[in-house]
């Protein structure tokens, strides 16, 4: 008897428990979007992107060029000569794809570029979130923008403005529209 009465004490009082969670979502690309210092970030990795990949193209477009004339002159040279045209095209392969790998790579430069001119103000967005959730009493805030798929989200549980505002932006541009969302 005892076992059935604290076993139902518990159910009722995880239940009141749960009950009392707050939940929020935010959705950091449109808070992202109505930064001007992101907004200027991306535009500088965006072009430092198409700069580097012009360069990287010249490189392939160069390659070409050399391989074409190699083809052409292919049945006059001597077999040294067509190893070593062969073995110039191979290295010019070899450094643009190390060019390719050293700029675009994982741990290449645009890599290490947008971790300089995003990642601070990434952190000032969590940080901000961490605020909100703070003075607002919420035990989760989700992100609508990651992976986390909502079919359902009432708009009163977004946060995304609250943010800007800790951030020191005037939230609600008009862009961001507040009737739930759909599962993108």
């Not at 604290?6 to 449109?30: R, W």
């Not at 490189?59 to 110039?88: F, H, P, S, V, W």
């Not at 790579?105 to 969590?126: A, M, N, S, T």
Request: include cysteine; hydrophobic fraction near 35%; charged fraction near 35%.
């Amino acid at each position: 008897m005892k076992k059935i009465i604290l076993t139902l004490g518990l159910a009722i009082g995880s239940c009141f428990l749960a009950s009392a969670q707050k939940f929020a979502y935010v959705d950091t690309e449109y808070i992202l979007g109505q930064i001007p210092e992101y907004k200027a970030a991306q535009a500088e990795l965006d072009k430092v992107s198409v700069q580097w990949q012009k360069e990287i193209e010249a490189k392939y477009a160069e390659i070409d060029k050399m391989y074409k004339a190699y083809e052409a002159e292919q049945i006059l040279l001597t077999e040294d000569m067509k190893k070593k045209r062969e073995g110039d095209i191979i290295s010019k392969e070899k450094e643009a794809k190390d060019l390719q790998k050293q700029r675009f790579g994982v741990d290449g430069e645009l890599f290490k570029k947008r971790q300089e001119l995003v990642k601070p103000i990434q952190d000032k967005v969590f940080n901000a979130v961490k605020s909100v959730a703070e003075k607002g009493g919420y035990s989760v805030i989700f992100d609508k923008a990651g992976d986390l798929t909502m079919l359902y989200a009432n708009s009163k549980n977004d946060k995304s403005d609250d943010v800007l505002e800790t951030l020191g932006y005037k939230g609600g541009s008009g862009t961001k529209t507040g009737t739930g969302t759909q599962k993108k």
